[in-house]
């Protein structure tokens, strides 16, 4: 077999020196002589010649840094290819809206990238926030909703960062002068009250209303928020849950709550600060299951919504 046909064969046969799967982290900097080691040293890649070929056979090509996962055998030209696209490895965090800090610590964990408990405690503390919102009391609020991207050393400080360093750049994005306290807190409840984008205005309005005459909210999602936060939370809200005297029951307290009760959108930030005009004091859900709402100014008819929800849903199977 001639020279040409024996480097052929190397650089394109796939290869796998490891059992299952395989982490090579190459730092900003790493020459393509010292990943070539790293490759080999990690059982990606047989030869670390083998990588420095394909290196000269692609002058031009720019080996991107990262961490990169390798899981079933490969060429060194295929190896070589991956660092040229960056096909660096990441975990994936969906937090959609109206999510709070328990939600995402068990997304976290579920991905298997630090504990709940550690999310858990770095989120309980207030410090990235604190000079947009002296009055908050942990980071419930300003987790911003969105899709990050997680590497196996992410620390949950740097990640409780990141997401509110998105909800910095949204916030600004509304050119607001209103209070930061005030509007999250609410749209936590608009978001959570809230399934469809159109109804939003309208809730914030019936809250603001009920707010501006001293009526309570009567919010269901706070005392599921209270039950949470005291750890017996039962999957349903009870007559208990609404009757406890925790500070973010609406139930039983005038005025917002201590501080938001989930991480709002920026639709449900938008409502708040521009909500519907409306008489509205009251709303119930619909039987339809369209997420929607019946909206009322006077609590006689605020009944009969009632009445119609109950009788609706007694006829479902």
């Known amino acids: 077999m001639g020279a040409g046909a024996y480097i052929g064969i190397n650089l394109n046969t796939p290869y796998a020196g490891f059992n299952r799967e395989a982490f090579v982290d190459l730092p900003k900097g790493t020459s393509a002589r010292q990943m070539a080691a790293m490759l080999q040293n990690a059982g990606v890649i047989r030869y670390s010649w083998t990588f420095l070929i394909a290196r000269a056979l692609r002058r031009g090509a720019t080996l991107q840094a990262g961490e ?34 328990f939600d995402i610590a068990a997304a976290v964990e579920r991905l298997g990238v630090f504990s709940a408990e550690r999310f858990l405690e770095a989120a309980r503390n207030p410090a990235p926030i604190r000079d947009l919102d002296p009055q908050a009391l942990t980071l419930e ?71 501006a005459i001293g009526m309570k909210l009567d919010c269901d999602p706070t005392t599921i928020y209270a039950a949470l936060l005291a750890g017996n939370y039962r999957g349903a809200i009870h007559k208990s849950d609404l009757d406890s005297g925790g500070s973010y029951n609406t139930y039983q307290h005038a005025g917002l709550p201590p501080g938001p009760i989930a991480n709002p959108g920026v639709a449900s930030m938008a409502a708040v600060l521009h909500p519907a005009q409306t008489d509205f004091l009251y709303f119930v859900a619909r039987a339809d299951g369209s997420g929607g709402h019946n909206f009322s100014a006077t609590l006689a008819a605020q009944q009969a919504n009632i009445v119609k929800y109950r009788r609706a849903t007694a006829r479902r199977p």
């Not at 899981?71 to 709070?100: C, M």
């Not at 196996?152 to 998105?166: A, E, F, I, N, V």
Request: glycine share 6%; proline share 6%.
């Open 141 to 211: 609020g300003y987790l911003f909703p969105n899709t990050y991207r997680l590497s196996r050393t992410t620390t949950p400080d740097q990640l409780c960062r990141t997401m509110t360093g998105k909800f910095r750049e949204v916030w600004r994005g509304l050119r607001s002068d209103a209070s930061v306290h005030r509007t999250v807190t609410l749209a936590s409840l608009v978001e959570k009250e809230g399934k469809l984008p159109s109804e939003r205005p309208v809730i914030a309005s019936v809250f603001a209303r009920r707010l």
């Open 68 to 101: 990169y996962r390798f899981t079933q055998p490969a060429s060194a030209v295929e190896v070589f290819d991956r660092i040229v696209r960056g096909d660096i490895f990441y975990y994936e965090l969906v937090v959609p809206e109206g999510k709070n800090i």
